[in-house]
Structure formats: C-alpha cells, structure tokens
C-alpha cells in the first residue's frame, strides 16, 4: 500500500468496519479452482475454494425484469415468438479486506453466496490496495442453491468412539 496516503487508508478502514457493524451479513466468497467433466459418466466435478465473511455490507437489492428475446421475436411479421422474461436482482456488496485471508483476490469469475442464493461478480473495485472491496453482483435464477456449512468439532475423521 505504499502509492496511498496514510489518513486516506485510515478512513477507510474506519468507514467499512462501521458500515460493516451497522449493515453486515454473512457473505460466502466462492472462488473456482478446477472443473472436469467425465465424458462417459456425464458427472461434472467442481473444485473451488471458499471463505467466510461473517460481517460483510450488504446493500438492498434492486430488482428488475430482464428480458431475453431470440431473432424470431425481434424480426417482423412472425407468428411465433421466442423468448422470456425473468426477475433478476442487482446486489452491491462491500467487503473489508481484514476479513478475507491474505494474497486473496476477488476476480469477476468468482460468485457470492448470500442467504443460499448464488450472485455472480459482475464488477468489482479494488479500493485503495485490498483495504476492501466494492462489488456489484447479479442474483443466478435457475441456480441450485448451495449451503456452505463451518463445522467446529474436536472429533477429526479418523478419531473412533466406543459404544459401551
């Protein structure tokens, strides 16, 4: 962070940790690692790693109807009409860089989960040096909805209890 004023930095941080205290929810950063495809089973296998920001901005989200139409619907003199229209929701996130691990970059090929619904990175600004993160994401409709679960036990996999 050397090309930054250091008041700037500072005020920064100020700003996000108190809008994060007053706005925050629990956000799921998704970043994809790998993917394949078995070509004779038909199974897609997805690697991605994941990291959970308990108290990120969440900004109201603002709906509105998208609609897709196909050549058909768009020339004239057709009967037939192709196409739809669907609600998608526009979503601005605010991330602190505090509270994601160090080196970790947000990347438009990333997506967020909020409340078990999927949002895809449509921009994102870096502000000053990974102090934090302003990102405008876009609700998937369709999308399966994926929980992420942080489980804290004593017990690791390889440990064995006896029944008595």
């Known amino acids: 962070m050397a090309g930054y004023n250091a008041q700037l930095i500072r005020m920064v941080n100020q700003n996000l940790y108190s809008l994060k205290r007053q706005y925050g929810g629990h ?7 790998d ?3 078995d070509y004779t089973t038909g199974i897609k296998s997805v690697e991605y790693q994941i990291c959970h920001v308990r108290r ?3 900004l109201p989200s603002r709906m509105m109807r998208d609609v897709v139409a196909s050549v ?3 020339s004239s003199n057709k009967q037939l009409a192709y ?6 929701g526009d979503r601005g996130f605010m991330i602190h860089g505090k509270d ?4 970790w ?11 078990g619904e999927r949002y895809s990175i449509e921009t994102v600004l870096n502000v000053c040096g990974n102090t934090g993160w302003m990102i405008a994401a876009r609700k ?18 390889n440990d064995e209890g006896q029944y008595e």
């Open 27 to 33: 956000v799921v950063l998704c970043s994809l690692i």
């Open 35 to 37: 993917a394949e495809t």
């Open 56 to 58: 990120a901005v969440v």
């Open 72 to 74: 058909s619907r768009i």
């Open 83 to 88: 196409g739809g229209e669907f609600n998608v």
């Open 100 to 103: 994601v691990p160090t080196g």
């Open 105 to 115: 970059e947000i990347r438009k090929d990333d997506w967020i989960s909020y409340r």
């Open 140 to 157: 998937q409709p369709g999308s399966p909805l994926v929980f992420h679960v942080q489980a804290h036990n004593a017990i690791s996999l």
